[in-house]
């Protein structure tokens, strides 16, 4: 079946500009996480979602970052003012309990560079 | 707060040759584990996973990895690794139960010379 999908693949802003980065989930999975992944380095942990409810944004570095997850499916990561260092590859991960625990299943990822 | 280290950066072997890499996580209680490989242009993918019981694993493609609880340590092993495991290898923890966010490693770069 499709995998979880994320648009654009690549977004070139420029400093002050805000974005938004798509993320549409597995078909069925409950759980959807946003993680970064800068250059050279393992992703970190942003925020996630239960169905609609964003149950821990603990992750996202300030107040410009913003997610929703309106009708429990797909999921929109908005950064406003973007700054340099928010350049990094934004992944996007879709969650399913099996027995004992649980699956991550990661998306492509939104490269997004800041000049 | 959860924390992983993978000792490894960069590791290089020839064909055939055998493989461990390390990981060590901290965490304050009762974990699950993960390891993800990523191959050159392609998504993160699930390699194997530990949550209870053998604490040896498997997973896809004959890798093998081992939870030893005292050591804190969930290595990812191969006993004999091919040109196409040329990857970069990420270790995660996450909670096993309640929020399932993951943390991960810097990841190991593995290169397979053939």
Redesign the interface.
Known sequence: GAGVSQSPRYKVAKRGQDVALRCDPISGHVSLFWYQQALGQGPEFLTYFQNEAQLDKSGLPSDRFFAERPEGSVSTLKIQRTQQEDSAVYLCASSRAIAGGYEQYFGPGTRLTVT | AQS?SQHNHHVILSEAASLELGCNYSYGGTV?L?W?VQYPG?????LL?Y???DPLVKGIKGFEAEFIKSKFSFNLRKPSVQWSDTAEY?C?V?S?FG?????????TRLTIIP
Do not use: I
Request: no cysteine; charged share 10%.
């Open positions: 992983v699950n993960f993800y392609q998504h993160l993918q699930l996973k949550f209870s019981g990420f995660a996450g096993n929020n399932e966010k993951l943390t991960f490693g810097t990841g």
